[in-house]
């Protein structure tokens, strides 16, 4: 099943790898984004029950693969505490790419959605898993500087795991889901 939604996330990212740069033929803008916020645990009552809204901080750099759309590839770490002494920390580490659509940095305020994929490391105290999972959300960007190369951005989305292995069931049960909120600063290279 991991293998089919693998090769369908894999093909489109060679389809719009491979057609974007020839939609338009303006300047190539690469970029790097550094930022951080919260994390909410949203679904399962073990998973939101057990532990506290967390805190995040991730690192992307993004391709520039036509004038609306941008793929960002790099990490997010989130950490989450227990409600009660009783239960263990939890980290949650998620490396892969997303999809930026829209004109992202032509305006002095933009808007775009994105949607990804995610090779989720999943730890605690005494037990890790490796699974893997989607997102989608959206942000916003307002330039700061007067070149428009810089811009600070909010965004948030949904992360779907897919935690089907025996042992992550166990680790945090029902969790699947979770909405990081973050405030990035973008730099264009």
């Given at each position: 099943m991991y293998l089919i939604r693998f090769r369908v996330i894999f093909l489109t990212i060679i389809y719009f790898a491979s057609v974007s740069p020839v939609m338009t033929?303006?300047?190539t803008q690469n970029?790097?984004?550094?930022?951080?916020?919260a994390t909410i645990p949203v679904q399962g009552d073990t998973f939101k029950g057990r532990y506290n809204v967390g805190y995040n901080v991730e690192a992307k750099f993004g391709l520039d693969l036509g004038r609306y759309y941008k793929l960002r590839i790099g990490f997010q770490h989130s950490e989450f505490s227990s409600k009660d002494e009783s239960s263990m920390k939890l980290s949650i580490t998620n490396i892969g790419g997303e999809f930026l659509f829209n004109d992202v940095?032509?305006?002095?305020v933009n808007m775009y959605p994105k949607f990804g994929a995610y090779y989720y490391l999943l730890n605690s105290d005494d037990v890790s898993e490796n699974v893997l999972g989607i997102s989608a959300g959206a942000g916003i960007n307002y330039s700061i500087s007067k070149s428009k190369r810089t811009f600070i951005s909010i965004e948030t989305g949904f992360h779907y795991f897919f935690n089907t292995n025996e042992v992550s069931k166990k680790f945090i049960s029902d969790a699947r889901m979770m909405v990081p909120v973050s405030a990035m600063i973008t730099f264009l290279l």
């Open positions: 033929q303006q300047k970029f790097i984004s550094l930022g951080t916020g940095f032509r305006y002095n």
